[in-house]
């Protein structure tokens, strides 16, 4: 987050796909590129409209990253959810 704090904008993810939300949640899957890189076990739902604010002090590691593809889907879901352009 921008300013002079160190604080983080996280999202929730999940391995229940049913929760995903159409339009806004990015799936990752076995069979996708980054899901290696990624760190997690199981397919897996990220959670665009579950975000929290954390201190950076809070966390632990880094379990794995993303492709940019998919950071920039990520992105432009939450900016078109926040400007409500979604539904």
Avoid at 4 to 21: A, E, G, N, T, V
Avoid at 54 to 81: F, M, P, T
Wanted: hydrophobic content about 40%; some cysteine.
């Amino acid at each position: 987050m921008p300013g002079r704090y160190d604080d983080w904008l996280i999202c929730m993810i999940s391995s229940q796909l049913h929760q995903k939300i159409q339009e806004l949640d990015e799936v990752i899957t076995t069979k996708d590129s980054d899901f290696i890189q990624s760190g997690l076990k199981l397919p897996s739902v990220i959670r665009v409209s579950r975000l929290a604010v954390v201190e950076k002090d809070i966390l632990l590691g880094k379990l794995g990253q993303i492709s940019h593809d998919r950071l920039s889907r990520v992105r432009q879901n939450l900016a078109r959810w926040i400007s409500g352009a979604t539904t």
